[in-house]
């Protein structure tokens, strides 16, 4: 669908510049996001408050 080909096409641009990874965070309720980037082999690296207090996003990483 549309999210695959976007996360392809930012794993394509992002190798094409040389990163090492790509970093996302999302709000801790958005379980089909976190579940979406676990098929793609993203890896689950930590909770953090990041935009509102009491409220915690999770961050997820990506080794190019």
């Known amino acids: 669908g549309i999210g695959s080909a976007l ?11 040389d ?4 970093r996302m965070d999302t709000h ?10 676990i098929k793609r082999n993203y890896s689950l690296i930590g909770e953090e408050e990041l935009y509102t ?9 990506k080794n190019l």
């Not at 990163?19 to 790509?22: A, G, N, Q, T």
């Open 7 to 17: 996360e392809k096409r930012l794993c394509v641009y992002g190798k094409s510049y």
């Open 53 to 61: 207090p009491g409220k915690k996003e999770v961050i997820l990483e």
């Open 19 to 22: 990163f090492k990874r790509i």
């Open 28 to 37: 801790d309720n958005n379980l089909d996001l976190i579940y979406f980037l």
